[in-house]
């Protein structure tokens, strides 16, 4: 008689574990895709150029190709696509430019941002280009972003990533000190960085971010449509999360102690 215990399927809780993947968009591209769904009637598609720091996804600057759209699909064909190729190239570092050309968004006007099962055929026309990875964004007039990261090699799609805006110049600061703190400071960990606008910065297309008068709002807090749409967090609280890499006693200002100036928390008399 066998003693083997056979093991049999449960019901399984798939999750996703470790550092998820962040979206950060640079101010103009962010301003320019909420003047094209504002402006258009009927569906409309852009492709963007996407710097990627590790686990971090920066939109830097988008383009209109040429497209057939209406109120219900917008279609980019292959010679929209060589049209935008062939401009790009011709610019600077174009090359360069269109090697980052990773991600495609497009407006459902006033419809939801759900994926339509044309924008999974678009996806899948995308994935026979050889890109290891690519970002779609999906919004519509009511206020509404998605964003959607797939990985076509493992046949990996992560949906409805958290995003911010940031400052065209946050991106060459935090290059400047993520190099300057993996050079010059050993033995400790930091937290990773989230860049995040101040509060009431950046309009929310139809709205604002979801800041209560600079307190943090819990995801439960933000009224629909924005929940689960873009993540928010004070930034006091993000400063304290990066400090938190420091022990107190390496970290401890000049004039910490009674207030004279005096380091050493002794009082002169």
Same mark, same amino acid.
Request: charged share 25%; glycine share 10%.
């Given at each position: 008689?066998?003693? *083997?215990?056979?093991f049999?399927?449960?019901k399984?809780?798939?999750?996703?574990?470790?550092? *998820?993947?962040?979206?950060s968009i640079?101010?103009?591209?962010?301003?320019?895709?909420?003047?094209?769904?504002s402006?258009?009637?009927?569906?409309?598609?852009?492709?963007?150029? *996407?710097?990627?720091?590790?686990?971090?996804?920066?939109?830097?600057?988008?383009?209109?190709?040429k497209?057939?759209?209406?109120?219900?699909?917008c279609?980019?064909?292959?010679?929209?696509?060589?049209?935008?190729?062939?401009e %790009?190239?011709?610019?600077?570092?174009?090359?360069?430019?269109?090697?980052?050309?990773?991600?495609?968004?497009?407006?459902?006007?006033?419809?939801?941002?759900?994926?339509?099962?044309?924008?999974?055929?678009?996806?899948?026309?995308?994935?026979?280009?050889?890109?290891?990875?690519? %970002?779609?964004?999906i919004f519509?007039s009511?206020?509404?972003?998605?964003?959607?990261?797939?990985?076509?090699e493992?046949g990996?799609?992560?949906?409805d990533?958290?995003?911010?805006?940031?400052?065209n110049?946050?991106?060459?600061?935090?290059?400047?000190?993520r190099?300057a703190?993996?050079?010059?400071?050993?033995?400790?960990?930091?937290?990773?960085?989230?860049? *995040?606008?101040?509060?009431?910065?950046?309009?929310?297309?139809?709205?604002?971010?979801?800041f209560?008068?600079?307190?943090?709002m819990?995801h439960?807090?933000?009224?629909?449509?924005?929940?689960?749409?873009?993540?928010?967090?004070?930034?006091a609280?993000?400063?304290a999360?990066?400090?938190?890499?420091?022990?107190?006693?390496?970290?401890?200002?000049?004039?910490?102690?009674?207030?004279?100036?005096?380091?050493?928390?002794k009082?002169?008399?």
């Open positions: 008689m066998s003693t *083997v215990t056979l049999r399927p449960h399984f809780r798939t999750r996703l574990e470790g550092d *998820v993947p962040h979206i640079v101010n103009e591209a962010y301003r320019d895709m909420a003047t094209l769904v402006l258009s009637q009927s569906e409309v598609g852009w492709f963007g150029l *996407v710097e990627r720091q590790d686990n971090e996804f920066i939109i830097t600057e988008v383009f209109l190709p497209q057939k759209a209406n109120a219900a699909t279609e980019i064909s292959a010679e929209g696509i060589g049209l935008l190729t062939e %790009l190239l011709k610019e600077e570092n174009g090359a360069d430019k269109v090697g980052k050309l990773l991600f495609w968004g497009h407006s459902h006007v006033g419809i939801s941002v759900m994926p339509s099962q044309q924008d999974s055929t678009q996806m899948s026309d995308f994935a026979e280009n050889g890109a290891e990875w690519f %970002l779609r964004g519509n009511k206020g509404e972003a998605k964003f959607d990261l797939f990985y076509f493992i990996l799609i992560i949906l990533l958290p995003w911010t805006v940031i400052d110049l946050d991106i060459a600061r935090e290059r400047k000190w190099k703190i993996k050079e010059k400071v050993k033995g400790k960990h930091f937290p990773k960085a989230q860049i *995040v606008s101040a509060p009431g910065m950046y309009p929310h297309y139809g709205g604002a971010y979801p209560n008068q600079g307190q943090p819990g439960e807090d933000i009224p629909s449509p924005m929940r689960g749409i873009g993540i928010a967090k004070d930034p609280t993000i400063a999360d990066l400090l938190s890499g420091f022990e107190e006693d390496e970290f401890e200002p000049a004039n910490r102690g009674n207030g004279n100036g005096n380091g050493n928390g009082g002169k008399h």
